[in-house]
């Protein structure tokens, strides 16, 4: 299923989001993880970044199928291990928040791109995981929390736009990738 949003509504949509991004915390958490459940649990809602990225793995399940998922979680696995043994890329924080908007467009695209929606989904959460990996303290309450959450927001935003009309997902899909240009902005600022 391929999401249209109404160009009408682009303009508003993108006042709305610019406005909101001016009040926002700043695009990242990443710089420290505290050792136990309850700092896990909290970890991925506190950047933006992090938050939009699982709204849009749930954005692209409800869109592209929940096939998707899997290549979320093996992303994940592998971004995780490589931060946790201290591997990095230049520039992640601008690569975290442009994976925000690459899984935006890969919806917005819907069944044209579906040969690689998988692969960029994976790539996506795997920058993310690796910054989760070099900030963690490594304990199990730790990644236990933070994956919980994760589970959450996406299993919830997958249901929301399953539920709901098409242009909703698009509409969604289209601010994921507005932020995420946004985002990648302030993170060059």
């Known amino acids: 299923m391929s999401f249209r949003v109404p160009?009408?509504?682009?303009?508003?949509a993108a006042a709305g989001l610019g406005l909101s991004l001016l009040s926002a915390l700043p695009?990242?958490?990443?710089?420290?993880?505290?050792?136990?459940?309850?700092?896990?649990?909290?970890?991925?809602?506190?950047?933006?970044d992090h938050l939009l990225l699982l709204v849009g793995v749930g954005t692209a399940s409800a869109s592209l199928g929940v096939g998707v998922i899997g290549f979320a979680l093996a992303g994940s696995a592998i971004g995780a291990l490589f931060g946790s043994f201290g591997g990095s890329l230049p520039g992640a924080e601008v690569l975290a928040a442009l994976a925000v908007a690459a899984v935006g467009l890969l919806v917005l695209q819907g069944q044209r791109l579906s040969q690689v929606a998988g692969p960029v989904l994976a790539a996506a959460v795997a920058i993310h995981a690796m910054l989760h990996g070099q900030e963690a303290s490594g304990t199990a309450g730790?990644?236990?929390?933070a994956a919980l959450t994760a589970v959450l927001v996406v299993g919830c935003t997958h249901l929301a736009l399953r539920?709901?009309?098409?242009?909703?997902?698009g509409l969604?899909?289209?601010l994921l990738s507005l932020a995420g240009g946004a985002l990648a902005l302030g993170a060059l600022a």
């Open 172 to 174: 969604v899909a289209a």
């Open 7 to 12: 160009a009408r509504l682009l303009p508003a």
């Open 163 to 169: 539920h709901s009309p098409a242009r909703v997902g």
């Open 27 to 48: 695009a990242s958490a990443h710089g420290g993880a505290g050792s136990d459940l309850a700092s896990g649990l909290s970890h991925p809602l506190l950047g933006l």
């Open 142 to 145: 730790w990644w236990a929390g």
